[in-house]
């Protein structure tokens, strides 16, 4: 009954620190998604995916890279961690047009 | 990027009061849906809307899709102390493939017992 998975739960960077964020569905479905949430703002697409091999940008994508090697895991890197990057980000997967949000990834830059 | 609007941004009520939240748009949309978050959670389902004049039940839950497709309220009836969270409205332009959603800011919801 796992769904979405993200890891991991919490992650302190310092300004300029690589990272990725993990997401992984045991559901099957071809389009997958990150967002972040910052407060006032809502949720804002960062980048998509609609199958295998396949990403997009969304509305927020300078500074995060994603690729999808596989139909269960679609990865968000960081490059080099900027303040603003400080967040709460969610992935999230979809069948049909429902999205099914995972716990979220707490990430704070220094 | 483009937003939908939802009001109102908080409440704060009694237990047993009826809540209602809407969402409007200046674009047409064919799916209408509504979420909600608790602290340190990602978003849950709550309803999903396909079709314009839909009015759909989940519990204590009643949400509308507009006949003009630009806009979806939700309601809660009976309030508890668990419906406590954030609402979020979140609308579909196009179908198939493109299943970018688009987002309302959410309602921010305290219920006092």
């Known amino acids: 009954n796992a769904g979405v998975t993200q890891t991991p739960k919490f992650q302190v960077l310092k300004t300029g620190q690589s990272m990725t964020l993990q997401c992984a569905q045991d559901m099957n479905h071809e389009y997958m998604s990150w967002y972040r949430q910052d407060p006032g703002m809502g949720l804002r697409l960062i980048h998509y995916?609609?199958?295998?091999?396949?990403?997009d940008q969304g509305e927020v994508p300078n500074g995060y890279n994603v690729s999808r090697s596989t139909t269960e895991d679609f990865p968000l890197r960081l490059l080099s961690a900027a303040p603003s990057q400080t967040s709460v980000y969610f992935c999230a997967s979809s069948s049909r047009n429902i999205q099914y949000f995972g716990a979220g990834t707490r990430l704070s830059v220094l | 990027g483009q937003q939908l609007n939802q009001s109102p941004q908080s409440m704060f009520i009694q237990e047993g009061e009826d809540v209602s939240m809407n969402c409007t748009s200046s674009?047409?949309?064919?799916?209408w849906l509504w979420y909600k978050q608790e602290p340190g959670e990602g978003p849950v389902l709550l309803i999903a809307?396909?079709?314009a004049g839909e009015l759909t039940s989940n519990g204590r839950l009643t949400a509308q899709f507009g006949i003009t497709r630009k806009d979806s309220f939700l309601n809660i009836s009976a309030s508890i102390p668990s419906d406590v969270g954030i609402y979020f409205c979140?609308?579909?332009?196009?179908?198939?493939?493109?299943?970018?959603?688009?987002w309302g800011l959410g309602t921010s919801l305290a219920v006092n017992p």
């Open positions: 995916s609609v199958g295998a091999g396949i990403t």
């Open positions: 674009s047409i949309f064919n799916t």
């Open positions: 809307l396909y079709k």
């Open positions: 979140a609308g579909q332009i196009a179908a198939g493939n493109n299943r970018k959603l688009i």
